[in-house]
């Protein structure tokens, strides 16, 4: 097993110490894969990863993905066949572990967690997922390799599109095939999202692109990302198609960029996240546009797309180095357009790093 593996391991089993929880519990989800460096398929079939406070890890497993963990070393694999009853298989193995509190992740579903606990019922069954979030919140060095590793392909499939995509006259659903196309010929494994969002749509944060034709003058909110090596990229930017005509939009982006920026100066060790979001919520103040912010300024990225830390207001939590997040304020107007720019930023050990490397200047594309 890699050393880094097995330090998260040691690291959980301290945790689980200190919280009184005799096992882990883990359905398929991003602690499944920080765990294990291992995918599985969130799936109808029960798919459990077992970490007790000492001794092997037990991995339950449907007989036909049991291939896929093989060489899994420091798990020992119990496999179930279509017709037996994996509750009944989970429910002997905590019960053989000696296990009184069971600390579950947040993915591990209420399907399966609700006949096990009256099937264990006398054990106390806790939240596991906070605490698996403490540890996934600062990144590694390797861990965060692979994060500039998939901000580098989708600042390339950007550039490209910058440079071949057309807007005008085009669906936004047209647009989002031709920008998921480029996101995997440059090396994501997935697409997890592809928001192309224009004129009017673009005042709706996560629209789904649609059969609207992109009309000249229309803003367009583009939002794409997907993992590499399981490592997720997030960004935003927001193009005008063809020639813009409407100058409070002008205003505006100008507004976004000035307040991402403000919150990325503001980003060092120590500094409260709550601060970093009303930085930027200030900045959009004073152009009378605080209103029209309508969420949190960002969100951490690792495993999973939406992780801690939160850039929002109540969020004490300071910054650390190691900590990744996205700064991206947004304008929503109603009925007429929206606007957000978003890039990736690491924290450092004296400030922060911009891992987005697309330029943010405003932008025409045809
Ligand atoms: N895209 C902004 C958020 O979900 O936080
Ligand atoms: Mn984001
Ligand atoms: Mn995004």
Not at 53 to 72: R, S
Not at 89 to 95: G, K, S, V
Request: aromatic share 6%; glycine share 8%.
């Amino acid at each position: 097993m890699n050393i880094e593996l097995a330090q998260r391991l040691a690291r959980l089993r301290t945790t689980l110490d200190e919280h009184q929880i005799d096992v882990a519990l883990i359905g398929p989800s991003a602690d499944f894969r920080y765990l294990t460096c291992r995918r599985a398929g969130e799936s109808e079939r029960l798919i459990a990863l077992i970490v007790p406070q000492a001794g092997d890890c037990t991995l339950l497993v449907p007989e036909l993905e049991a291939p896929k963990f093989a060489d899994c070393a420091f798990c020992q694999l119990h496999r179930w066949r279509d017709g037996d009853d994996p509750i009944d298989l989970l429910a002997r193995t905590l019960l053989d572990l000696g296990a009184k509190t069971v600390g579950v992740n947040d993915e591990f579903r209420a399907g399966f967690l609700l006949p096990l606990q009256e099937r264990l019922s006398g054990r106390r069954f806790t939240r596991v997922g906070p605490l698996l979030a403490r540890l996934r919140i600062t990144k590694s060095p390797a861990e965060l390799a692979l994060l500039r590793e998939a901000i580098a392909r989708v600042d390339a499939a950007w550039a490209r599109f910058c440079a071949e995509g057309r807007l005008v006259g085009h669906t936004e659903r047209q647009v989002a095939r031709q920008l998921s196309d480029f996101l995997l010929e440059e090396g994501l494994e997935a697409v997890a999202f592809c928001i192309v969002a224009s004129g009017p749509n673009a005042a709706s944060p996560h629209h789904e692109p649609g059969d609207r034709i992109i009309q000249d003058g229309d803003p367009v909110v583009i939002d794409i990302g997907g993992p590499y090596q399981g490592y997720y990229a997030d960004m935003t930017r927001t193009p005008v198609a063809g020639t813009l005509r409407d100058s409070d939009f002008a205003a505006a982006y100008e507004a976004v960029l000035e307040a991402q920026q403000a919150a990325f100066a503001a980003m060092r060790p120590g500094v409260a996240c709550e601060e970093i979001d009303r930085i930027a919520r200030d900045v959009l103040a004073t152009h009378g546009l605080a209103e029209a912010f309508t969420h949190r300024l960002g969100h951490g990225l690792g495993l999973s797309v939406h992780e801690p830390p939160y850039l929002v207001g109540g969020n004490r939590e300071p910054l650390r180095p190691g900590m990744v997040v996205t700064d991206e304020p947004g304008v929503y107007l109603p009925g007429r357009w929206g606007v957000r720019i978003e890039d990736v930023v690491v924290i450092t050990e004296d400030g922060a790093e911009r891992l987005t490397r697309s330029p943010h200047e405003f932008l025409e594309l045809p």
